[in-house]
């Protein structure tokens, strides 16, 4: 597996030990990553398998007894104060194996490095960890470790008596280095809206009848059951990450902890029209809860663990962070001191303003021991118009990031790898970016990469001169904008799958690729492969005309451009300095801004149906079914092409899916 790619698996980024060794990697990455159900990474499947047992249920979570122990002949126990307080690769003790002596004749006695034993148990699947830790007290011990490297919490799972229950055992304890709070969440509203528009294209073919329509009926049954389940715990346990006395009781009692996650993208549904639902309509909009829960767990770490957090990771930050909470932001970039991998990605629709990467300047330049840095936007693809990146606006000069504005001459000393997402640049400052890391620099990935001036075989041509690459990846949108043919959609070299992302959500995010296939020769596979082996390897440049996208509207930009905007330093410089001028009530509103607490309804309640003063919803039906003419949603005669009705189908298809989910949701029959 190249090592560009591992930051981004299924499981963890990888620990400097293995990216230094190539071949240990490649053992890891073909058999301890393998999982026995394709749908589920290794944590996922022991988070799923604990959160069976309850907090009573103690003695399930307990290391196994000596089942074996007398035919195996392992007696050495290991010490209690180092298991539960140290990480496995800081056991310096040893197992000893008693071999069961044949023919009266004694086998010499067996000590083998805990060390050793641990590297074993790192190959092994999960189901065979499980089966070895029955073998003997010393293997249940050594094994219990290895279970939850990763502590998934869930909104729709009691995960703080889950982790109560796992804090009381300490072999278990001394194996967590990560915790990931998965905080994303739909509300019924918006995925009755969504499985609605995806439903009604086929909803004629649903009355037909026929035994293809009867099994589409039942596969959208199965969506609205998984569905109303998630729910109904979603909503019983209430569960967020803004209590920061109960984050710091945590943290604290998690000696080895040293990664923290929060991702907004992670979702848990199996079935396929859910999984485009929650991509579609999920809370994503809801801005102010993000920015409390990062907040909340920036200040726990602060509070208890500033010096051992190592890796943090955020897979859908809020722009409005770095505003919102502008006046603590020197306090919360202590948080930051001790990274040596920082992961943050962006969540905009619209485009950012100064005041935000000043802020997040402050905390780059804050965090001096990176060794693995990537930021930028990386929004799902979304069939919905959302301008959450430069690629998707009709102004994409408004997203220009001034290079030497954010960062000036500061340089990461020990930075080994940099994935820059979703960022249009400049040439010149890129290549001032990179090559003053050219003494530690050895993984590049540019995905979703615009260049506002200069060219791309400029750029990569510089990079290869003044660069010692072992690694280098582009993908995504790459276009810049006045160069003569440089305008690709490509396909990445290797299946690029953010990190953190649960197994389910790949077939979505792998979508957009799908797309770019189907428009060749542009975004053919090759592409990434040959501007690889450009940069590493020295290989001839050979992309031409043929190769490049055509110009997608009459108003593009070429190398002709006469009237469009150019960088000016003086400007930018200027507006820079102007920053408290700017108006933040205006950028970024939350469509939820407006409501009153206690009044009006707030993003995470219960919300199936809005009717405005009136009485009628936003397709114009009041909440019997009439339309404002006097039809009902079931009348043939309601046809959207004139405009005056929305489509009968998808109204339809919106009251019948509300009915059977308040079916099937307990709070609602009462």
């Known amino acids: 597996m190249p090592a560009s790619t591992q930051a981004h698996g299924d499981e963890h980024p990888p620990t400097e030990l293995q990216r230094e060794v190539p071949s240990t990697m490649k053992l890891v990455s073909s058999k301890a990553d393998r999982t026995e159900h394709p749908e589920r990474t290794e944590d996922d499947k022991i988070n799923v398998i604990m959160a069976t047992h309850t907090v009573d249920d103690k003695s399930n979570l307990k290391p196994s007894g000596a089942t074996h122990e007398e035919y195996v002949g392992a007696d050495t126990r290991l010490p209690e104060k180092e298991a539960s307080s140290q990480a496995d690769g800081q056991f310096l003790d040893k197992t000893t194996f008693h071999p069961i002596a044949r023919d009266n004749k004694a086998c010499k006695t067996i000590n083998v490095p805990n060390e050793i034993l641990f590297m074993i148990f790192r190959l092994l699947r999960l189901r065979d960890k499980l089966s070895v830790r029955l073998v003997s007290k010393p293997f249940s011990e050594l094994g219990a470790g290895m279970i939850f490297q990763s502590f998934v919490f869930k909104p729709n799972r009691d995960d703080f008596a889950r982790i109560k229950a796992v804090i009381a055992c300490p072999h278990l304890v001394v194996g967590i280095k990560s915790i990931r709070f998965e905080s994303g969440t739909i509300d019924i509203f918006h995925v009755v809206a969504e499985l609605a528009t995806e ?47 109960l984050l710091v009781s945590v943290f604290r009692k998690l000696p080895c902890l040293n990664s923290i996650v929060i991702s907004r993208k992670a979702c848990s549904f199996k079935n396929k029209s859910l999984i485009n639902a929650y991509a579609e309509g999920s809370l994503t909009s809801n801005f102010e809860r993000a920015n409390e829960e990062f907040a909340t767990v920036l200040a726990a770490i602060d509070v208890c663990m500033r010096d051992r957090v190592t890796s943090l990771i955020h897979d859908e930050l809020p722009v409005t962070f770095f505003t919102q909470y502008s006046s603590m932001m020197a306090d919360l970039t202590q948080s930051f001191k001790h990274l040596r991998i920082l992961h943050l990605t962006f969540d905009a629709t619209e485009s950012p303003l100064i005041s935000f990467w000043a802020g997040f300047g402050a905390v780059l330049r804050s965090a001096s021991h990176l060794i693995d840095l990537r930021f930028g936007f990386n929004p799902l693809p979304r069939y919905a118009t959302v301008e959450g990146a430069w690629y998707f606006s009709d102004e994409p000069e408004n997203w220009y990031l001034p290079l030497w504005k954010l960062l000036g001459r500061f340089t990461f000393r020990q930075l080994k790898r940099l994935q820059l997402d979703g960022l249009l640049v400049c040439e010149i400052r890129l290549v001032e970016l ?19 001036e200069g ?63 189907i428009d060749r020769p542009f975004s053919y596979h090759g592409i990434a492969h040959h501007l690889s082996q450009f940069v590493l390897l020295g290989k001839d440049w050979k992309l031409g005309v043929g190769h490049a996208h055509p110009q997608p509207d009459v108003n593009s930009h070429s190398p002709d451009c006469e009237d469009c905007w150019s960088i000016d330093r003086e400007e930018i410089d200027r507006g820079w300095a102007a920053i408290g001028e700017e108006d933040l009530d205006t950028w970024e509103e939350s469509e939820y801004k407006h409501l009153v607490p206690g009044e009006d309804f707030q993003p995470d309640d219960d ?50 899916i509300i009915k059977e989910i308040k079916r099937n949701i307990p709070r609602y029959n009462k």
């Not at 003494?439 to 615009?450: F, I, N």
């Not at 790459?478 to 649960?502: G, K, V």
């Open 199 to 245: 439903w009604s294209q086929n909803y004629d073919d649903m009355l037909s009848g026929t035994p293809w329509s009867v099994k589409t009926e039942t596969r959208e049954l199965s969506a609205i059951v998984e569905y109303t389940r998630w729910n109904s715990a979603w909503r019983t346990l209430q569960q967020d990450y803004k209590d920061l006395e």
């Open 434 to 452: 990179l090559t003053r890391h050219n003494a530690t620099l050895q993984h590049l990935h540019l995905h979703h990469t615009g260049l506002w």
């Open 455 to 517: 060219s791309f075989r400029d750029l990569l041509t510089s990079l290869r001169n003044g660069l010692t690459l072992k690694s280098f990846n582009i993908s995504g949108h790459t276009r810049a904008f006045h160069a003569p043919n440089e305008y690709w959609r490509i396909i990445p070299d290797q299946s690029l799958i953010p990190y953190p992302c649960p197994t389910r959500m790949r077939y979505y995010i792998n979508r957009e690729y799908g797309e770019f296939a």
């Open 607 to 656: 919300v199936c149906e809005v009717y405005d003063e009136d009485g009628y919803d936003n397709d114009g039906f009041n909440r019997f079914g009439f339309h404002e003419s006097g039809l009902h949603y079931t009348n043939p005669l309601i046809q959207p092409e004139d405009g005056s009705i929305a489509d009968g189908a998808l109204v339809a298809l919106k009251k019948e």
